[in-house]
């Protein structure tokens, strides 16, 4: 599926599950999923709403609602007799409602059995990225206020957290968002999805990176992603107890928070209007903004006054001073990185490989899975 937003990347999505295991494969990354549910189970229950005209065919449309104590569940089918040609689940809380919709416009019945064997990169730990070494690294998180902790966080650089705080839209009230100085050994393993102080994913003892959204191939966990920032995942299983550990005897250390500034900030410096302009990733207008912010504490220089980290405790000149050291530091350490990465010849291999692979990338199924709404409607 490809969405406006990625301006001309492409996300790939395959769902693998059984009644014992589950997979999602995003980009040929794989990760640990839910175990089968059936998607159409709702339509025992369905009340039948008539027939209407999709995709030249005459379907007739399926229609289930349930209420719970958290919000309220809608789901419609839309059948071509036996054929499923559109499902949309609407799913309403308080503050919140999300539309899914998938559409099988070109639906095989019978499906290849070949395609429902896992793919043996589901398996063992993952990619582990070649060439990589102890370095210090700035990495930004959007959090609820007070939670500077990385334990079981997804973070990111600045671009990449640009990326996910446009696309986020500083969901809830009373957001904040911090930069955080972290030592992590950049042999980097798979980006673990961390919710509910749970990371999920199958590499062990690494810090997670993918490029933003994981829109390249295998989630780019190995490339520079220059262009469209980075993602880490940053699992407390891995975390050093100080700095001189990281290495291989574990993967990272938060050595402290830099500065916290509130999202309410943010967006009066006009930060929005930048995501809006720039149209979907690379947010690079944006992270323009979202850097700013964070480099002055006077609003009428585009800054944001610091409400937490080392920050808070610096005076005068002597923080802008801090603040541009850091910043800039975090850009020379990028930049020697990714040199150093386009220097080892061990890369360049596995590299060049890698570019063969994605010649080969394709979709794993014999019919059109497109997602054609997924929108936040209200926050």
């Known amino acids: ?216 191939y295998q989630g780019g966990q190995c490339n520079t992603n220059e262009k469209i920032g980075n993602w880490y995942s940053f699992n407390s299983h891995f975390k050093c107890q100080n700095e001189s550990q990281v290495g291989d005897e574990c993967a990272w250390f938060q050595v402290n928070t830099v500065k916290t500034i509130s999202g309410d900030c943010l967006l009066q410096n006009g930060f929005f209007n930048a995501c809006k302009a720039d149209g979907g990733i690379p947010f690079t207008s944006a992270e323009i903004v979202f850097l700013t912010s964070f480099l002055y504490e006077n609003t009428s220089e585009g800054g944001c006054p610091s409400i937490g980290g080392d920050a808070l405790h610096w005076r005068g000149e002597e923080r802008q001073q801090n603040l541009a050291r850091i910043i800039e530091q975090d850009k020379i350490n990028r930049q020697l990185q990714t040199e150093a990465l386009l220097q080892n010849t061990q890369y360049r291999e596995y590299y060049k490989q890698r570019e063969t692979e994605e010649q080969e990338f394709s979709f794993l199924a014999d019919y059109s899975f497109v997602m054609s709404a997924l929108k936040y409607i209200q926050f």
């Open 1 to 216: 599926m490809s969405l406006p937003l990625f301006q001309g990347y492409t996300l790939n999505l395959t769902g693998m599950n059984n009644e014992t295991t589950g997979y999602v494969i995003l980009n040929e990354e794989c990760r640990p999923g839910t175990v089968f549910v059936p998607l159409f189970d709702f339509v025992k229950v369905s009340k039948y709403m008539g027939t209407a005209n999709k995709f030249n065919l005459e379907c007739q449309i399926w229609n289930a609602e349930f209420h719970t104590p958290k919000g309220d569940l809608n789901f419609t089918l839309w059948a071509n007799g036996t054929i499923p040609v559109i499902v949309i689940y609407v799913v309403s809380s308080q503050n919140k409602t999300i539309e899914f919709e998938m559409d099988f416009p070109n639906l095989v019945p019978s499906v290849n059995p070949v395609h429902f064997e896992f793919p043996d990169y589901c398996f063992g730990h993952g990619l582990i990225c070649p060439g990589g070494n102890v370095m210090e690294m700035i990495t930004y998180r959007f959090h609820p206020p007070g939670e500077l902790s990385l334990d079981n966080r997804n973070t990111g650089d600045s671009l990449g957290d640009t990326s996910f705080v446009c696309l986020d839209g500083l969901s809830g009230s009373n957001q904040q968002i911090s930069m955080s100085q972290v030592l992590v050994n950049s042999t980097w393993g798979q980006y673990q999805f961390c919710n509910f102080n749970t990371c999920l994913g199958i590499s062990v003892n690494t810090v997670g990176r993918e490029a933003a959204l994981g829109v390249t």
